[in-house]
């Protein structure tokens, strides 16, 4: 069975923050000192959000990203289907195909408990930057003095990412040098590949190669091939950047069609009105190629952020920085005397209102809409089926909604959420009943 929400957020629960490719979710542990606005709080807690905004762009501004999504919407489409075609063969291998692909975006470093590598002294074993090649890329380090062999793949390359840009946030906001408190896997990986080949890479120019990669199909191979490269030339950072630059915009126009394409297939499989679901697939598509679109125009967008960035205005630009992705909802921790045991979480708005990640309502069914159809999808032995819901999943919901099932149905919400009763009015049924409704074929052009 694919990773449910509760399976993505449990390796979370003692960081301080967290973002679920899965359902497109920010969630960050502290916002302390604030008087109600993300960006009035303690810059060290506005640099955590930080780091989970890079990741939210990530996945709604680049190919590997877009990519992601389609499969994501590619599976509840394909499962919803399949039961109704009583499992056809076709039907179950594009579910097939699309989890082959949706794994190279896991971690694939889970038996790496902490550890720092002892140097840069990193092999690349099995590079090929010849082709689009998903697949992680295996590297021999010293992690804490003993040879290991580290996997080097797209959650990685997005995690280190994220993290250099990150730390450079730290500097110039003047907060405390983390670098000693964070793990080498999957954080520091990245730039040891970057040093490894170019010993005095610049800051700057780790994040040009990194922001560059990111418009590639597969950026932890296409980021390797530009480190090797960029080591045989010897160019000033202004010089790199300019090279970088062309190379960007030519990824782009590579894939540009690519993009066009997805969303047209998106906007011909939602062509009945669903306003609470796939209206929202749609714009979610449309507003992705606006941003894959402004990545061309600004291909090192990230690292003229850091350039303008102060201890003075770093709050105003993180918000404007959420505002050129379509602005975002925060989830955050709330402190509660009533249980300790349910995580409680409420949502905080950054950015534009307009977007298409403002409408909290949209959002949750969306969640449970891919937790349902996710929980449909079985493979044994790598041989992929769909059937009934049958093991016990929470509710992904189950932290932030509010609605009354929670305090009437507390166990169906924590352990079967499909099994509420079918939705019958949107305007009073939870967004799961919903999600529940629309997956079911025969109500393909109503709504609850």
Known sequence: MFATGSDLFESGVDNLGSYSHLYLKVVVKYLRGGSGSPIDYDPADVATLFHELLHHAQYIS??????????????????????????????????????????????????????????????????????????PITIEALLDGEAVLINFGINEFFESSAYVIERLFREKVGLPDERGRVPSVPYKIAEAIARYFDPCCSDSRLVMMLLTAMLHASPHQAFVKIAIDLSSVDWTDLETRANLEATALEMFRSNQEWAEERVSNIRNAFRLEDPHFGNLVVDLFR??????????????????????????????????????????????????????????????????????????????????????????????????????????????????????????????????????????????????????????????????
């Open 62 to 135: 680049t190919v590997a990203g877009i990519s992601y999504l389609d499969d994501l919407i590619s599976i509840w489409n394909n499962a919803r289907g399949s039961i109704e075609s009583g499992g056809d063969a076709v039907v179950l291998g594009l579910i097939s195909d699309a989890r082959d692909r949706f794994n190279n975006f896991s971690d694939n470093n889970k038996n790496f408990d902490g550890g720092f590598f002892s140097d840069i002294d990193v092999e690349i074993l099995d590079f090929d930057g010849s082709q689009i090649n998903l697949d």
């Open 287 to 448: 507003y992705a190629e606006l941003f894959f679109q402004r990545r061309s125009l600004s291909p090192m967008l990230e690292l003229d952020f850091l350039d303008e960035l102060n201890s003075v205005n770093y709050a105003s630009k993180v918000a404007e920085f959420s505002d050129l992705f379509g602005g975002v909802l925060i989830f955050k921790e709330k402190e509660t005397e009533i249980s300790r045991e349910l995580e409680v979480e409420e949502a905080l708005s950054l950015g534009t209102k307009k977007g298409v990640f403002h409408d909290l309502h949209k959002l949750e069914v969306f969640q449970a809409s891919i937790h349902f159809a996710l929980m449909h999808v079985c493979v044994k032995d790598e041989v992929v089926s769909v059937s009934l819901p049958n093991n016990v999943s929470p509710c992904p919901l189950l932290s932030s909604c509010c609605h009354k099932n929670k305090e009437l149905n507390t166990v169906i919400c924590s352990s079967h959420p499909w099994l509420h009763p079918q939705a019958s009015d949107g305007s009073v049924d939870c967004a799961y009943q919903i999600a529940a409704y629309g997956f079911d074929l025969s109500n393909a052009g109503s709504s609850s």
